[in-house]
C-alpha cells in the first residue's frame, strides 16, 4: 500500500498540513482562541487537499468542477452564519489546500508561497499595519448622552467608568421605555495585561 503512494503526494501533504498548521495554529489560534473553529479549519485543509490533489490526476470537465464549487456553496448557506474573520481564514485554509493539491510548482517554490501566505496574514493579526481594538457592547441608561452634541461627554463617561481606553462608540439600539441605549464600544486593550 505505501509502495503505491506517490513520493510527491506525500511531500505535498507534509507542506500543506505545516502551512496549515502554522496559519491555524500559531496564528489564528492565538489571535482568536476559538478552538471549533481552528479544528474545523485543519480538517476541512486537509479534506479539501485530498479531494483536489486526487482529482487533479483525472480528466474533468469544466462543467464537473463547476457543479462541485456549486455543492461547496450551497454547504455554505445550509451552516450558520459566521463573521468576516473566520470566513477569511477559511478562505486562506482553501487557497492553501488548493494551492497544495493541483500547483504546478515545485516543493521549494510551494513552501515559499505558503510561508509568504502566512507571514503575510501574521503582520495583519498584530499592530504593525493597523492599530488593534477590542470590542464590548454595553447597556448604557444615561440615554442624554447618545445626542451627537454630547459625544465627548459620552466617551469621557464611559472611559470613567469601565477603566478602558475607550476610542469609539457605535448605537447599536435604543429602547426609549426603558430608557437605555445599546452600545458597541472599541478601546485600546492594556498591554500590561498580556
Not at 507542506?15 to 502554522?22: C, D, L, P
Not at 452564519?81 to 477559511?90: A, D, P, V
Not at 448622552?145 to 472611559?159: A, G, H, K
Request: aromatic content about 10%; glycine content about 4%.
Amino acid at each position: 500500500m505505501i509502495d503505491s503512494l506517490d513520493f510527491d503526494f506525500l511531500i505535498r501533504l507534509l507542506i500543506n498540513m505545516v502551512g496549515i498548521y502554522v496559519l491555524v495554529r500559531l496564528i489564528y489560534f492565538r489571535a482568536t482562541k476559538q478552538r471549533a473553529y481552528a479544528s474545523s479549519y485543519i480538517l476541512f485543509g486537509l479534506g479539501v487537499f485530498l479531494i483536489t490533489s486526487q482529482l487533479a490526476s483525472v480528466e474533468i470537465s469544466m462543467g464537473f468542477a463547476f457543479g462541485l464549487f456549486a455543492i461547496f456553496s450551497m454547504l455554505r448557506y445550509r451552516t450558520e452564519s459566521i463573521n468576516i474573520k473566520e470566513m477569511t481564514y477559511l478562505f486562506l485554509v482553501i487557497s492553501m489546500s488548493l494551492l497544495s493539491g493541483v500547483s504546478a510548482s515545485n516543493h521549494l517554490e510551494l513552501a515559499l508561497l505558503l510561508s509568504l501566505i502566512c507571514i503575510v496574514v501574521h503582520i495583519t493579526e498584530t499592530s504593525l499595519l493597523m492599530p488593534q481594538f477590542e470590542e464590548y457592547t454595553v447597556e448604557y441608561e444615561k440615554i442624554e448622552n447618545i445626542v451627537p452634541e454630547r459625544r465627548e461627554e459620552l466617551l469621557e463617561d464611559l472611559r470613567e467608568r469601565l477603566g478602558l481606553d475607550v476610542r469609539t462608540v457605535q448605537i447599536e439600539s435604543v429602547n426609549f421605555l426603558r430608557d437605555t441605549a445599546l452600545l458597541k464600544i472599541q478601546y485600546a486593550p492594556d498591554q500590561s495585561q498580556q
